[in-house]
């Protein structure tokens, strides 16, 4: 398999869809016990502030050397001002709604030792559809792009889905999902959808062989009329089942540091080599070597061209 060159990768355009989010780290010291409550004390000296959830795939795919554009509604608050200065900051162009009845979603993350002590999210359900109001910006924006990128976070930012892939798939573009819940239903007619382990037991059930995840993994393809359906199986790599049958790519060995926004490397790699015309089967091992990089670093990251293809 060829390595794209930069200037392919830098001309391949991808939009990605769906739930952004604020990821904030307080890092701190930890010295003592609270007389309060059996918890650690954690004296904080160092804020972080990183895009998260679909931000963090659009930089995915910036960092990597292709052109991300983000479609997503934010609140109308101080995260979000936030959330648009770090996309200015790193080149991902953004269309943001504005919903004042929305919180812009938060993570909280507190650290101390090295180790993740507690996480609070700051969400909220909104009474409507936030993304209604987008579809027009989808529509202009999709005949610029290469590949569409949903990232559902399951926040409820995609009720539009299925509208939104029959557009993408009428205009000839592939269409790549991150799913969650259990109705995969909604994804239908997509090119591919790269649920984990534990996501796709939620759909077909815990399987007792491999023989029983090919047949269940394949009913499931072909039901959806998908392409192709991804398994990111952790330390066992990665398994594609297609219309010619299962391709199997191994894990990357190394150390395993932080596995926070894999996910969201592995379908961003993807998303831009799929942009740059390269199929599925030629994809997966790239995407596949970018996972096992990132998971050798600490939260959300992304891979640069250099890592990837060095």
Known sequence: MTTPSRERLARARVLVVGDAMLDRYWFGAVDRISPEAPVPVVRVNR????????ANVALNVKTLGAQATLLTVVGDDEPARTLKKLLERQGVTALLGSDPQLYTIVKLRVIGRSQQLIRI??????????????????????????AVLFSDYGKGGLTHIPRMIELARAAGKPVLIDPKGSDYGRYAGATVITPNRAELAQVIGPWSSEAQLHERAQKLRTEHRLEGLLLTRSEEGMSLFDAAGHAQVPAQAREVFDVTGAGDTVIATLAAMLACGYSLREAMPVANRAGGIVVGKFGTASVSYEELFA
């Open 121 to 146: 999210d700051f969400e909220n359900q909104p009474d409507h559809e936030v993304l209604a109001a987008m579809l027009d910006d989808y529509e202009r924006a999709l005949p610029e792009h290469d």
């Open 47 to 54: 804020e972080e502030e990183r895009l998260g959830g679909a």
